[in-house]
């Protein structure tokens, strides 16, 4: 009778050491988690190649609105240096709305980048876009297109799909679903598609359907490490956050966290231009706060 107690009790005691030791257990890969952040958001491009210089090894990346464009620029090829690849999106951006502009008497500028990856629709913001377009006013916003962008990203993905990339890859967005919204977590299908509906904001784009919106007004996916984590547990999750606020998560998540905060006031629109003192400026912001962040925790 006593050996049959002690047969349970021992299994118990040995499952309970092997949960112990899961939870300690040294990350099984690092992952790059990218927060929404608008024009702000550029700072993403500059905090990866301070990554990428520390020679820090990532294994996948999950990204929500701006953090799912230079996300999805990354993962699709990490080997590209990212301010050109980026700066090779816009331009194409640019051409199409040029093209536009020539069959559809709109404006010659490269209207609405700037709305397209901005996370808010205030009426200053909205001015500030119409400045850079050459448009004026709030009105100029409603002609922003969101197919255009869609196109934009499908050129440069080249029909690229999510679970082909060279680092696996995950964005969110929120689907429209009897009445309410659902979050969709993208791991599989048309990368242009699920990139382009992270960033879809209804405020700023003209005829997009709502089927499918950028997720940022959700505090937990707006720096998504909850999902990250629940994506690729166990992980070492290097958070990337543009926001004013700090990453919102349980602490008892599987997963190491490591989030980089990265300051500083919004930059005008004319940063996503990828060329010029402003891009200089947030692009060099994301890049020293990434790589002092990364000394501190070395120097530990």
Request: proline letters at 5%; hydrophobic letters at 45%; aromatic letters at 6%.
């Amino acid at each position: 009778m006593r050996a049959r107690l002690l047969r349970p009790l021992a299994l118990l005691a040995l499952l309970l050491t092997a949960c112990a030791g899961g939870r300690g257990r040294a990350p099984e890969r690092t992952c790059l988690v990218l927060s929404v952040g608008g024009v702000k958001g550029l700072a993403h491009l500059g905090a990866i190649d301070a990554l990428k210089a520390r020679g820090e090894r990532i294994d996948c990346v999950v990204g929500t609105s701006m953090g799912a464009v230079v996300g999805s620029l990354y993962a699709s090829a990490p080997q590209e240096d990212l301010r050109t690849r980026y700066r090779r999106f816009y331009a194409e951006y640019a051409r199409q709305t040029r093209d536009e502009a020539r069959t559809r008497g709109l404006a010659s500028a490269a209207v609405g980048l700037a709305a397209v990856l901005l996370s808010g629709g205030s009426a200053a913001l909205a001015a500030a876009v119409g400045a850079l377009t050459g448009l004026g006013g709030l009105g100029s916003v409603a002609k922003l297109d969101h197919a255009r962008f869609e196109r934009t990203l499908a050129v440069e993905f080249a029909g690229a799909r999510i679970e082909s990339l060279p680092l696996p890859f995950a964005t969110l967005y929120q689907r429209a679903v009897n009445g309410g919204l659902e979050r969709v977590v993208a791991r599989e299908g048309d990368l242009a598609h699920a990139v382009a509906a992270s960033a879809n904001n209804p405020l700023l784009f003209e005829g997009t359907d709502l089927k499918e919106l950028d997720p940022g007004a959700d505090r937990v996916a707006a720096v998504p490490v909850h999902d990250a984590c629940a994506l690729f547990p166990h992980a070492r999750l290097l958070t990337l956050n543009v926001t004013s606020e700090p990453a919102f998560y349980g602490r008892d998540l599987p997963c190491e966290v490591v989030e980089i905060r990265i300051g500083g006031a919004e930059p005008p629109p004319e940063a996503l231009e990828g060329e010029g003192d402003a891009f200089e400026r947030i692009y060099e912001a994301g890049f020293d706060a990434t790589r002092a962040a990364l000394e501190r925790q070395a120097s530990r």
